[in-house]
Antibody
């Protein structure tokens, strides 16, 4: 069974870059049906999709994040990464990595990591 | 941008049926899925492609759609179903949109 695990700093200073990694275990990141994504949840709020990436590097992002997002894949390490630059306090959230195209064979996020809390503060 | 609207909260008595709506323009033209999120946990997919249940999701969870509304229905609601529920769809196949979420209270 595929599993996802987020890692990265829990504290980022304003105007700096938030960097997170999602490690994939129990299967290869190059499985052709899977798309890998990041979703965040601000304290007490709803879910916000950040973006998705395919193992080939094809990616698409939430336009509301105004070009601050970059995702990448490291096939050798079976990981995918998120970078969000010029962060402010509004980027404080629980960040989840998730995937679709797996067990449900659909565009629904059917595998989720446990989430990692990132605070933006000086 | 495309919006999905959910009521902030609904309540139900144990054993009763509850429906949670999710509305959006021409939502019936898109596939909708639903996630359950219990306090402090990651979301769990409970309905995908409008009406399908993933393996391991109880039969009491069902989904339906109409022109502008998707609905998650829980029949014979149990205390363990108390959670936040989020609908989600794709806009132009390249942007995932989530509803604001509905807190289900089992009284």
């Amino acid at each position: 069974q595929l599993q996802l695990q987020e890692s990265g700093p829990g504290l980022v200073k304003p105007s700096e870059t938030l960097s997170l990694t999602c490690s994939v275990s129990g299967g290869s990141i190059t499985i052709s049906t899977y798309y890998w994504g990041w979703i965040r949840q601000s304290p007490g709020k709803g879910l916000q999709w950040i973006g998705n990436i395919y193992y080939s590097g094809y990616s698409y992002y939430n336009p509301s994040l105004k070009g601050r997002v970059t995702m990448s894949v490291d096939k050798g390490k079976n990981q995918f990464m998120l970078k969000l630059n010029s962060v402010t306090a509004t980027d404080t959230a629980v960040y989840f990595c998730a995937s679709y195209g797996g067990p449900s064979n659909s565009e629904a996020f059917d595998i989720w990591g446990q989430g990692t809390i990132v605070s933006v503060s000086s | 941008s495309y919006d999905l609207t959910q009521p902030p909260s609904v309540s139900v008595s144990p054993g009763q049926t509850v429906s949670i709506p999710c509305s959006g323009e021409k939502l019936g033209d898109k596939y909708v899925c639903w996630y359950q999120q219990k306090s402090g946990q990651s979301p769990v997919l409970v309905i995908y492609q409008d009406t399908k249940r993933p393996s391991g999701i109880p039969e009491r969870f069902s989904g339906s759609t109409s022109e502008n509304t998707a609905t998650l229905t829980i029949s014979g609601t149990q205390a363990m179903d108390e959670a936040d529920y989020f609908c989600q769809a794709w806009d132009r196949n390249t942007e995932a949109i989530f509803g604001g979420g509905t807190r289900l209270t089992v009284l």
